[in-house]
């Protein structure tokens, strides 16, 4: 069962993400395994140690950039030291009109994985993908959240799990849970 932080980003995702050609797309995902559920044309995952964002964009055997048509970082984001230099490093593996899908939490408890660092609200995911070259008009982000949420996340188990019976989904803008975020090249 997913958690309930997670809901309401996964189906506006899937919205946003099925309304672009994947099955005409190359996949790159940094981290997570989100992008399993989707039908791309290919699918690459670069796992970290071994593949690390920060430090430059991923190359090839003869140390040529690799370039993709979307990249997927679900939940990696606030793990990073240098964020804004990843946002950077993506931009650049990114093929001209490539996309950039993000997702962060906002409202959770600390999750070491290795590290724990950033926390962003749409508005903040926005400002970063600016500064790292997109253009604002060519991103969308949203956020969701809601005091309910906020409460199962101080709850002993973590994250949450959803609960259709019980748990509210209601947005409240001023208490975001999540955000997320498409920027197109």
């Given at each position: 069962?997913?958690?309930?932080?997670?809901?309401?980003?996964?189906?506006?995702?899937?919205?946003?993400?099925?309304?672009?050609?994947?099955?005409?797309?190359?996949?790159?995902?940094?981290?997570?395994?989100?992008?399993?559920?989707?039908?791309?044309?290919?699918?690459?995952?670069?796992?970290?140690?071994?593949?690390?964002?920060?430090?430059?964009?991923?190359?090839?055997?003869?140390?040529?950039?690799?370039?993709?048509?979307?990249?997927?970082?679900?939940?990696?984001?606030?793990?990073?030291?240098?964020?804004?230099?990843?946002?950077?490093?993506?931009?650049?593996?990114?093929?001209?009109?490539?996309?950039?899908?993000?997702?962060?939490?906002?409202?959770?408890?600390?999750?070491?994985?290795?590290?724990?660092?950033?926390?962003?609200?749409?508005?903040?995911?926005?400002?970063?993908?600016?500064?790292?070259?997109?253009?604002?008009?060519?991103?969308?982000?949203?956020?969701?959240?809601?005091?309910?949420?906020?409460?199962?996340?101080?709850?002993?188990?973590?994250?949450?799990?959803?609960?259709?019976?019980?748990?509210?989904?209601?947005n409240d803008p001023d208490c975001p849970i999540c955000a997320w975020a498409l920027?197109?090249?």
């Open positions: 069962m997913p958690s309930i932080n997670r809901i309401v980003m996964q189906r506006t995702s899937k919205e946003w993400l099925t309304g672009l050609p994947l099955d005409r797309m190359d996949c790159a995902e940094v981290s997570g395994k989100n992008g399993r559920r989707y039908e791309f044309r290919s699918y690459e995952r670069f796992r970290y140690p071994k593949y690390d964002i920060c430090d430059g964009p991923y190359m090839d055997r003869d140390g040529r950039v690799l370039t993709f048509d979307i990249v997927l970082a679900n939940q990696v984001w606030e793990h990073l030291d240098r964020p804004y230099a990843a946002t950077r490093h993506v931009r650049e593996m990114l093929r001209p009109g490539g996309y950039f899908w993000v997702a962060v939490p906002f409202f959770i408890p600390y999750h070491g994985a290795p590290v724990d660092c950033s926390r962003w609200t749409a508005r903040g995911l926005k400002n970063l993908l600016i500064e790292a070259g997109f253009e604002p008009d060519k991103i969308r982000a949203a956020q969701w959240g809601n005091k309910h949420a906020a409460r199962r996340n101080l709850e002993d188990v973590w994250p949450p799990e959803y609960d259709r019976d019980k748990d509210d989904l209601t920027a197109q090249k």
